[in-house]
Nanobody, 123 residues
Framework: EVQLVESGGGLVQAGGSLRLSCEAS????????IGWFRQAPGKEREGVSC????????YYADSVKGRFTIASDNAKNTVYLQMNSLKPEDTAVYYC????????????????WGQGTQVTVSS
């Protein structure tokens, strides 16, 4: 069974930092790209970042570029999203998702999704 489990969300003051984790099981980790998406109430889901474990490519949305960093720890089958300089507009439920194959586009269809972790940034 494929499972993606997000953790690390919480409440943080604007300007603060959080590190999200996405632990994957049931997949060959090195064959997949792991993407981070977020969805705020009443808004469409937004692709935030992605790391391809097969080719090493990365993607960052313009809104988070320079503030967020994605990294992969193959030994732990885990992808991290380090979020710095957080803004209230970063408030959302953050989901990780897995897609087979190379590339790090968040526009591709993803095969598996986690259940999400809440990130709330206060002003």
């Amino acid at each position: 069974e494929v499972q993606l489990v997000e953790s690390g969300g919480g409440l943080v003051q604007a300007g603060g930092s959080l590190r999200l984790s996405c632990e994957a099981s049931g997949i060959t980790f090195d064959d997949y790209a792991i993407g981070w998406f977020r969805q705020a109430p009443g808004k469409e889901r937004e692709g935030v970042s992605c790391f391809s474990n097969s080719d090493g490519s990365t993607y960052y949305a313009d809104s988070v570029k320079g503030r967020f960093t994605i990294a992969s720890d193959n030994a732990k089958n885990t992808v991290y999203l380090q979020m710095n300089s957080l803004k209230p507009e970063d408030t959302a439920v953050y989901y990780c998702a897995a897609r087979y194959g190379p590339g790090s586009s968040v526009e591709y269809e993803y095969d598996y999704w986690g259940q999400g972790t809440q990130v709330t940034v206060s002003s």
